[in-house]
C-alpha cells in the first residue's frame, strides 16, 4: 500500500486489501466509498476525452474505471452525495447521472441508465497511489476524436474514437 503521495489522507482510509478492494474518498473525506479495484468485479479502466469529462472535470481528460455495484461499499457520506443527471449529451440518449460530494466537489461515480449494476468510478479518488499505478492503469481510450491536440495519449491503450462502451 502506498498513500504517502496522498497530502490529505482520510480516516479509514485502505490501500489495496485481500479482497481485491480498496477505499476511494473525496478531496474532504465525507464520502467514502469501498471499491473493488483488482478481480472479476473491476471490469475495465479507461480514459476519456469526451465533452461530458472536459466540464466535469474541469480538465482535458477524465481517467476511470467500471466497477460491479454489488463489490462496492459505501463506507460513509452516501447522503453527502447530490445526484446531477441529464442526456442530452449522451449519442445513446442514456441517462448519465454523476455523484459529487456535495461538500467538496469531488466527482466519485458516474451511472449510466443503459449500464445497470455498474458504477464508474474516477481513479485520483483511489486512496492508494500503487493501485493507481498498477491495477487501474488504463487500457482503453475513448472519444479519442475529441483529444486535445497537445495530450498524446497513454502508451498502450486501445484507441477508440467513440464510445467504446456503447460505440456510439
Ligand atoms: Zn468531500
Ligand atoms: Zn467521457
Not at 469501498?34 to 479507461?46: Q, S
Not at 497537445?150 to 460505440?167: C, L, P, Y
Amino acid at each position: 500500500m502506498s498513500t504517502s503521495n496522498i497530502l490529505l489522507p482520510s480516516a479509514g482510509a485502505k490501500g489495496l486489501q485481500p479482497d481485491g478492494r480498496a477505499t476511494a474518498t473525496c478531496f474532504c473525506g465525507a464520502v467514502q466509498l469501498l471499491l473493488p479495484v483488482d478481480g472479476p468485479d473491476l471490469i475495465a479502466t479507461f480514459i476519456c476525452n469526451c465533452s461530458d469529462d472536459h466540464k466535469i472535470h474541469a480538465s482535458a481528460f477524465a481517467s476511470n474505471f467500471v466497477v460491479n455495484e454489488s463489490a462496492t461499499v459505501h463506507v460513509r457520506g452516501q447522503d453527502k452525495l447530490t445526484r446531477y443527471a441529464q442526456r442530452k449529451t449522451i449519442a445513446t440518449g442514456n441517462e448519465m447521472a454523476n455523484y459529487f460530494c456535495s461538500i467538496c466537489g469531488t466527482l466519485m461515480y458516474r451511472v449510466s441508465s443503459g449500464y445497470t449494476g455498474k458504477l464508474i468510478p474516477r481513479i485520483g479518488t483511489v486512496d492508494d497511489f500503487d493501485v493507481q499505478n498498477n491495477q487501474l492503469r488504463p487500457k482503453i481510450e475513448q472519444f479519442a476524436k475529441n483529444r486535445m491536440a497537445w495530450f498524446k495519449g497513454i502508451d498502450g491503450t486501445e484507441v477508440h474514437e467513440g464510445n467504446f462502451f456503447t460505440g456510439a
